[in-house]
């Protein structure tokens, strides 16, 4: 018996949370049982060579918002009858409402998957909204709903009116033997960094964009240095380097000087993390927040705010709070002061190694492929 053709549509390849997790999911999927195709709808091809070499070649097809005619749904239609799927999922917003589209088309079954919880907080584009919005249209016959969060579940639910006896939560999975401590790598980004052992080292991982909340960060940081504690600060990713105006002002006007560096987006995260005494998450809203797992993984204990799964996710191995600077520092001293931090980062791995391995949470996922293969014939 064949593998069962499953064909991924997602709108880009760019250096997202999603599409690192993507990556991850495709490199773990049994090959035996399920074949992955992937789609592109976008020009974004970052990571189309990491793509390339877990065995999965996507298929770009160059669409942008300023061009988008007749003949790209013609040729996008063709490309995909061509791949002979037996199932299409979507990814993100925009790569659900193309699944659904050509599905239904072709008659082929759907699933979407959902990476974030799309209330107010989270800020959507005015596109992503209306592309939530035309999606309704399909929710009807969508097989099943992927939702990285059990929060951000009840929300599409409750508040969308989407099907819950279809709706399951799906984790983001992490490679634990990537995502690990490491002495080492500990040492050698911290003498990268100018900071030796005995100074406490904060980071920060999260795209520049209002809803990761970086202007909390920074005034956690500054709380903290007033209360006379010698912290550094590391932020990481897009948009987060010393181009970014606004965040340069933040931390000039917070006194924070030199105490901060800006590593801008990185792809060796897990060589990063482990040079960290505790890495915060202020966000916003978020549904499944990934650097909670990076961090945990590599042995460091977490701070966030009470945002998607981020208390299941951290347990007993960090804090959640509330979303003031003064609740941060407050948790930054209180860890940072702890006798037994070392072995809270221990427990912090386990955790996830436990909950959030990438092997288990592909297994899942073929199996629900299988089921909703066999139930189709």
Not at 59 to 82: E, K, N, P, Y
Not at 114 to 143: E, F, M, N, Q
Not at 263 to 285: M, N, W
Not at 336 to 350: I, T
């Amino acid at each position: 018996m064949r593998p069962i053709r499953v064909c991924f549509i997602i709108s880009g390849l760019g250096l997202g949370g999603a599409e690192h997790v993507l990556l991850r999911l495709l490199r773990a999927l049994d090959r035996t049982s399920i074949e992955p195709l992937l789609v592109v709808l976008g020009a974004d091809d970052a990571l189309a060579d990491e793509f390339a070499r877990a065995g999965v070649v996507p298929h770009m097809v160059g669409l942008t918002r300023r061009r988008l005619q007749l003949m790209d749904m013609f040729r996008l239609m063709s490309l995909i009858r061509g791949l002979s799927p037996d199932l299409l999922q979507g990814w993100m917003y925009h790569g659900n409402f193309a699944a659904s589209f050509f599905g239904a088309r072709l008659g082929v079954p759907v699933c979407w998957s959902i990476h974030d919880t799309p209330d107010a907080a989270h800020g959507l584009s005015t596109t992503t909204r209306w592309i939530v919005k035309l999606s309704r249209w399909y929710v009807g016959r969508v097989a099943t709903i992927f939702n990285v969060s059990a929060r951000s579940a009840a929300y599409c639910c409750a508040t969308m009116g989407w099907p819950a006896d279809r709706t399951e939560v799906l984790p983001n999975g992490l490679d634990v033997s990537k995502f690990r401590p490491g002495a080492a790598r500990r040492a050698a980004w911290r003498l990268a960094l100018g900071v030796n052992d005995s100074i406490p080292l904060i980071g920060m991982v999260a795209r520049w964009s209002p809803v990761k909340n970086h202007r909390l960060f920074l005034e956690a940081a500054a709380t903290l240095v007033k209360s006379g504690n010698p912290g550094r600060f590391v932020m990481v990713g897009k948009g987060l380097d010393s181009d970014n105006s606004v965040l340069s002002g933040w931390i000039d006007e917070l006194d924070l000087g030199a105490r901060v560096v800006l590593l801008g987006p990185r792809h060796d995260l897990e060589e990063i993390y482990p040079a960290f005494d505790l890495v915060a998450l202020t966000s916003k809203s978020e549904g499944f927040p990934l650097a909670l797992t990076e961090a945990m993984a590599c042995g460091v204990p977490v701070v966030s705010t009470d945002v998607g799964d981020a208390s299941e996710i951290i347990g007993e191995a960090g804090r959640v709070v509330p979303a003031s600077a003064e609740a941060f520092a407050a948790a930054f001293a209180e860890l940072l002061g702890a006798p037994k931090l070392a072995e809270l980062g221990v427990a912090a791995r386990a955790r996830i190694v436990d909950r959030y391995a990438i092997e288990g949470i592909a297994a899942r996922l073929a199996a629900r492929y299988v089921a909703l293969a066999a139930g189709r014939t």
